[in-house]
């Protein structure tokens, strides 16, 4: 399969493991998605960031802003500068 297919293999597993965590160990994980996204084509993209849900707490990479849907607002996005300032 493509890159892209295998990525969403990865990701499926990764929420298997976020639903055991939160259903058997009471335990609710932050995830890391870093700089998944350029693999993935815009409905897989919206699909993936999706399936986190409100109640989890993920934190997300990319590249470029205009990778990220637009389910992402300016108040829960932030600019690293090269200098490491944030905006």
Do not use: W
């Amino acid at each position: 399969g493509s890159t892209g297919e295998a990525r969403l293999a990865s990701i499926m597993l990764k929420m298997a493991q976020v639903s055991f965590y939160t259903e058997v160990k009471n335990v609710r994980p932050i995830l890391l998605v870093d700089d998944i996204l350029p693999e993935l084509d815009t409905m897989n993209r919206e699909g993936v960031l999706s399936l986190f849900g409100d109640e989890n707490q993920v934190l997300v990479t990319a590249i470029k802003r205009e990778q990220l849907p637009e389910i992402f607002s300016c108040d829960r996005v932030f600019h690293i500068y090269e200098d490491g300032t944030l905006q």
